[in-house]
């Protein structure tokens, strides 16, 4: 196996995983994201995502991409 290096490595590309990676994207850290699945989760894995959450993640880029992933607001 090859030696990877990194300054930080996330572990989980869930809710969380996927913000911090993004809000880590021009800040020169080098990142790593690991998530053992292939597919989108089947469900929330977090309880509650607030409104100033959700502007952030609007903010940084990454809202709609989520969106369109399946991610539902409700």
Do not use: C
């Not at 993004?22 to 309880?47: C, M, Q, W, Y």
Request: aromatic share 4%.
């Amino acid at each position: 196996m090859d030696e990877v290096r990194t300054d930080i490595l996330i572990i989980g590309g869930g809710v969380a995983g996927s913000a911090m990676v993004a809000s880590l994207k021009n800040t020169g850290f080098s990142t790593i994201l690991v998530e053992p699945r292939t597919a989108g989760h089947d469900l929330a894995r977090g309880d509650v995502l607030y409104p100033s959450t959700l502007a952030i993640l609007d903010e940084w880029g990454v809202l709609q991409a989520m969106l369109a992933k399946g991610m539902k607001l409700s």
